[in-house]
């Protein structure tokens, strides 16, 4: 114990930046069940995303009572309903996306005394996943395969304040039980974190909890402090932002979209210190993130500034080393009533109806364009994540003018740094076909205080 104070698989934290994909993903509990599901993966899939992110409530598979002989590990146990999962997993698949699968909400009878708490039994957790591993190896005729793995969502978060000092303790046994059962079929590929950006009263600091579960000392030059180690190849967070891409959290340890390379020094120092155990290189993922817009949300981003800073938030992830990035969520929530205004598409009758917004172009084909001395840095990534020839333009007084052309690698990501500080907005355009970037801005954008959803 220690207390410290698709191409999907193609990335890794020691890849250089220009080898690194940039995955985009949505999470939406609403939108990829039920009989829209079908019309909002082909808008997800039409989005530039590779991957969705599924949640799995085991409460909601398992019997509410366990009974007589039931055998928790078998993915054939009968007091198992899969039903519901089976056909979403399948569709998903059919529209040739990655499923990222999220176990969380343990039934009454998976609850023990954890450290003096009440908390889901790794042992009983470890069971679970493994017959959903099994289920879902891709062995099983009809059903789908799935590769990743999360071991809960935001595990930060806590009942009460006085199960904080132990949160991570009981963590780091649920990941390493889980993982025992994910790695039992080869390829398959552990989630951990998934954390909550803000220390609260009943949520564990994120950079505080991370340090805990691997075992890290404070400071810079982190050091190990016992020999416990974390079993996962991929480490995930919510890094919500009450600003803009640039915006830092407002207390020490939490985690905001500024601070990612805060944490992505973390992930390096436990890889290098060997706190975590992986056959293959540690990544380093987002996979929950948004900001509400306006309209409809009348405190959320203005929708031109939530266009830009989505652009902009993709690329600054990007560089501080993420190569996945999952977007809450596909369409707006009804109104009144919900609090998520964060869709990419506006409410409506059904997805066939439903409107995009301008950073569902700001998702699907990010560009950035920066002055720096005297010179102005791009970036970008092609829609479709692959190679080929893309036209930078700027904005004239006559039009738009061709500055240069620049080559997008295997993973569609592209770059360059031109001599030219001068001038209006400059947006990038596929040689071939034509689809283009939204203009991007060179002046530059104070940041603004706006809460991740609104209020």
């Known amino acids: 114990m220690c207390l410290a104070l698709l191409t999907l698989a193609a990335s890794s934290t020691a890849a250089p930046r220009s080898e690194r994909p940039l995955e985009t993903a949505f999470v939406d509990p609403d939108a990829f069940i039920g009989t829209e599901a079908d019309a909002a993966l082909t808008k997800a899939k039409a989005a530039?995303?590779?991957?969705?992110?599924?949640?799995?409530?085991?409460?909601?598979?398992?019997?509410?009572?366990?009974?007589?002989?039931?055998?928790?590990?078998?993915?054939?146990?009968?007091?198992?309903?899969?039903?519901?999962?089976?056909?979403?997993?399948?569709?998903?698949?059919?529209?040739?996306?990655?499923?990222?699968?999220?176990?969380?909400?343990?039934?009454?009878?998976?609850?023990?005394?954890?450290?003096?708490?009440?908390?889901?039994?790794?042992?009983?957790?470890?069971?679970?996943?493994?017959?959903?591993?099994?289920?879902?190896?891709?062995?099983?005729?009809?059903?789908?395969?799935?590769?990743?793995?999360?071991?809960?969502?935001?595990?930060?978060?806590?009942?009460?304040?006085?199960?904080?000092?132990?949160?991570?303790?009981?963590?780091?046994?649920?990941?390493?039980?889980?993982?025992?059962?994910?790695?039992?079929?080869?390829?398959?590929?552990?989630?951990?974190?998934?954390?909550?950006?803000?220390?609260?009263?009943?949520?564990?600091?994120?950079?505080?909890?991370?340090?805990?579960?691997?075992?890290?000392?404070?400071?810079?030059?982190?050091?190990?402090?016992?020999?416990?180690?974390?079993?996962?190849?991929?480490?995930?967070?919510?890094?919500?932002?009450?600003?803009?891409?640039?915006?830092?959290?407002?207390?020490?340890d939490d985690v905001s979209l500024a601070d990612l390379p805060e944490m992505k020094a973390v992930l390096d120092a436990a890889v290098r210190t060997g706190r975590i155990v992986s056959k293959q290189p540690v990544r380093f993922w987002v996979t929950e993130f948004s900001w509400d817009s306006a309209p409809p949300d009348p405190l959320g981003v203005p929708a031109a500034l939530e266009a830009r800073w989505v652009a902009e938030a993709l690329y600054r992830m990007w560089s501080s080393g993420g190569s996945l990035v999952t977007w809450f969520s596909l369409r707006d929530r009804p109104l009144p009533g919900s609090p998520y205004q964060s869709g990419l598409y506006f409410q409506s009758s059904s997805y066939a109806r439903s409107r995009p917004k301008p950073a569902l172009t700001a998702f699907r084909f990010p560009f950035v364009a920066f002055v720096r001395s005297n010179k102005v840095f791009v970036w970008g990534r092609t829609p479709t994540r692959a190679s080929g020839s893309v036209v930078v333009e700027q904005q004239r007084s006559t039009g738009w003018r061709r500055v240069t052309v620049v080559q997008a690698d295997r993973f569609g990501i592209f770059s360059d740094e031109l001599r030219t500080t001068t001038g209006g907005a400059m947006r990038a355009r596929l040689a071939t076909g034509g689809t283009r970037s939204l203009a991007f801005s060179l002046k530059r954008v104070p940041d603004r205080v706006f809460q991740p959803f609104g209020k």
């Open 48 to 252: 530039g995303a590779s991957a969705i992110k599924v949640p799995l409530f085991w409460s909601l598979i398992a019997p509410v009572t366990r009974p007589s002989g039931f055998k928790p590990a078998s993915p054939t146990e009968p007091a198992y309903n899969w039903v519901q999962l089976d056909a979403q997993l399948r569709l998903i698949r059919a529209h040739r996306l990655e499923p990222i699968v999220y176990i969380a909400a343990a039934p009454k009878w998976a609850v023990r005394e954890v450290h003096g708490f009440s908390r889901p039994d790794p042992a009983e957790y470890r069971a679970f996943a493994l017959a959903a591993v099994q289920r879902y190896s891709g062995a099983t005729r009809g059903l789908p395969r799935v590769r990743y793995w999360q071991a809960w969502n935001e595990p930060n978060k806590v009942a009460d304040r006085s199960l904080k000092p132990t949160a991570a303790i009981w963590y780091r046994t649920l990941v390493n039980a889980f993982a025992a059962s994910v790695h039992s079929r080869a390829g398959n590929a552990v989630v951990a974190g998934g954390l909550s950006p803000f220390g609260i009263s009943t949520a564990v600091a994120p950079l505080a909890f991370m340090r805990s579960l691997l075992c890290l000392s404070v400071g810079a030059a982190s050091h190990k402090t016992n020999s416990t180690r974390v079993r996962f190849d991929i480490w995930s967070t919510h890094p919500y932002t009450a600003g803009g891409p640039t915006h830092h959290a407002y207390r020490a």
